[in-house]
């Protein structure tokens, strides 16, 4: 469905001056043809980050949105949404969720992409995945149980329904209330898609009369 190299990144050395001129669509970012459903609370504006744990930009891209994060008002709230292109993808979904069953995904997701980027592990057999998990906290026997649960494959399905309705052709992406894509392209650069983001944010309250 989607592929972690498809969007263009030759501008990627760019700065795109995204804080000194007016947001344009088409050219900072563009509208999903239908607006997805976000899943946190009533009043919160989403930033959903798209991601492959085996994917570079999204690991460069860590460096920037990470700290970005920090930053974010108490009425914004960030989902992780792994991308689910099948194989490896999936079963680094199912990592994802797993962790997050079993309450370390904050601890561990930094150094999940470390531990593929740096170390160049793989981490997609289920005893490999278990004994990493191990590291934080949990027994092998407990993160297989998650690995391999019920949840985590509803997780897994309901990941990839909506990547489809988001209609995402590529990885890294910062969608902002299920209706603004951001993407390397369309900011210009890994380290400008948090001031794009940023933006749109506030473009959210403006339209919903709350700035």
């Keep these: 469905m989607f592929k972690p190299l498809l969007f263009a990144l030759a501008g990627l050395g760019l700065s795109t001056l995204a804080t000194a001129s007016p947001l344009v669509e088409g050219q900072h970012y563009e509208v999903l043809p239908q607006p997805v459903e976000t899943?946190?609370?009533?009043?919160?504006?989403?930033?959903?980050?798209?991601?492959?744990?085996?994917?570079?930009?999204?690991?460069?891209?860590?460096?920037?949105?990470?700290?970005?994060?920090?930053?974010?008002?108490?009425?914004?709230?960030?989902?992780?949404?792994?991308?689910?292109?099948?194989?490896?993808?999936?079963?680094?979904?199912?990592?994802?969720?797993?962790?997050?069953?079993l309450g370390i995904a904050?601890?561990?997701h930094a150094d999940f992409f470390a531990a593929i980027h740096q170390q160049n592990r793989r981490l997609t057999e289920a005893g490999e995945l278990a004994a990493f998990f191990s590291g934080y906290g949990v027994?092998?026997?407990e993160a297989q149980q998650a690995l391999n649960s019920f949840a985590v494959k509803s997780k897994v399905n309901q990941a990839h329904s909506r990547l489809r309705a988001m209609r995402l052709m590529g990885v890294p992406a910062l969608i902002i209330d299920g209706r603004y894509l951001v993407t390397p392209s369309s900011a210009g650069s890994l380290s400008n898609m948090p001031q794009i983001a940023d933006a749109l944010i506030e473009k959210v309250r403006e339209e919903r009369g709350d700035s």
């Design 139 to 141: 027994s092998e026997e």
């Design 39 to 101: 899943r946190v609370a009533e009043g919160q504006i989403e930033v959903t980050e798209a991601f492959w744990y085996g994917c570079p930009h999204c690991y460069n891209l860590q460096e920037h949105v990470t700290p970005w994060y920090e930053t974010l008002d108490d009425d914004v709230s960030v989902v992780h949404l792994p991308g689910t292109m099948g194989g490896d993808w999936n079963k680094h979904a199912a990592a994802y969720y797993a962790a997050e069953e």
């Design 106 to 108: 904050e601890a561990v």
